[in-house]
C-alpha cells in the first residue's frame, strides 16, 4: 500500500489533455516539494518534473505540475503516443523519514 | 556523460548475501546524495536507502532496514548495497539514483539498473 495515492489509469487521445492526482498527507506532500518520474516500458524512470512545477532541460512545456495542500498533479497536454508510459509521484515523508513513490498511474494513448 | 552503472545483481538463495555496485562517472560524485531505489517484477518503484555526500546521514526503507547497509566511496566515485538475509520478496531490479543538488528531494540521474533474483 503506497502512502501516494494515484488512479491505476489514465488515456486519452492524441491532442488531447491528461491529467494524473497524488494524493498524500501532511507528513509528505503537505509539506515537501513533489517530483514526478517516466517510465517507459522496459527502461529506467526519468525525471519529468521537480520541485512541483519544474521541468528538468529536455522536458517539453506541453508536461507541467502543480500542487495544492496534501495533494499534486502532473498534466500532459497535446497528448503523443510516445507518451505512453508509467507516471509516478514522489516526496520525502517526514514520518517515515524516507522518499515515497505513489503507486503509478500507466498513460495509454488510444 | 554523466552516468550512473549498477552491477553485482543475480540469483541468490533465501537468506543468502549480495552486494550491489554503482559506478559513477561525468559529475563530480562526492558532491552528491545518492539512493537506491528497487522495482519488483510488474510492480510500482519502492525506495530503498539514501545516503549523503559525506556518509553522515543514512536512511533505509522500514522493509530493509537492518538486513541491507548503504555505504560509498568518493575516492572510487562508487556506491554500494550490501544485501543480507535476503527474501523472495527482494526479487526486484535495483536503480542508483542521483539526488539533485541543492534542496530538492528528486532523483535527476538513474542507472539502467540490476537485476537481483531471490529464489531456492
Known amino acids: 500500500q503506497s502512502v501516494l495515492t494515484q488512479p491505476p489509469s489514465a488515456s486519452g487521445t492524441p491532442g488531447q489533455r491528461v491529467t494524473i492526482s497524488c494524493s498524500g498527507s501532511?507528513?509528505?506532500?503537505?509539506?515537501?516539494?513533489v517530483n514526478w518520474y517516466q517510465q517507459l516500458p522496459g527502461t529506467a524512470p526519468k525525471l519529468l518534473i521537480y520541485?512541483?512545477?519544474q521541468r528538468p532541460s529536455g522536458v517539453p512545456d506541453r508536461v507541467s505540475g502543480s500542487k495544492s495542500g496534501t495533494s499534486a498533479s502532473l498534466a500532459i497536454s497535446g497528448l503523443q503516443s510516445e507518451d505512453e508510459a508509467d507516471y509516478y509521484c514522489a516526496t520525502w515523508d517526514d514520518s517515515l523519514n524516507g522518499y515515497v513513490f505513489g503507486s503509478g498511474t500507466k498513460v495509454t494513448v488510444l | 556523460e554523466v552516468q550512473l552503472v549498477e552491477s553485482g545483481g543475480g540469483l541468490v538463495q533465501p537468506g543468502g548475501s549480495l552486494r550491489l555496485s554503482c559506478a559513477a562517472s561525468?559529475?563530480?560524485?562526492?558532491?552528491?546524495?545518492m539512493n537506491w531505489v528497487r522495482q519488483a517484477p510488474g510492480k510500482g518503484l519502492e525506495w530503498v536507502s539514501f545516503i549523503s555526500t559525506g556518509s553522515s546521514r543514512i536512511y533505509y526503507a522500514d522493509s530493509v532496514r537492518g538486513r541491507f547497509t548503504i555505504s560509498r566511496d568518493n575516492a572510487k566515485d562508487s556506491l554500494y548495497l550490501q544485501m543480507s538475509s535476503l527474501r523472495a520478496e527482494d526479487t526486484a531490479v535495483y536503480y542508483c539514483?542521483?539526488?539533485?543538488?541543492?534542496?530538492?528531494?528528486?532523483?535527476?540521474?538513474w542507472g539502467k539498473g540490476t537485476t537481483v533474483t531471490v529464489s531456492s
Open positions: 520541485s512541483n512545477d
Open positions: 561525468g559529475f563530480s560524485f562526492s558532491n552528491y546524495n
Open positions: 501532511s507528513s509528505n506532500i503537505g509539506g515537501n516539494a
Open positions: 539514483a542521483r539526488r539533485l543538488s541543492g534542496i530538492s528531494t528528486s532523483l535527476d540521474v
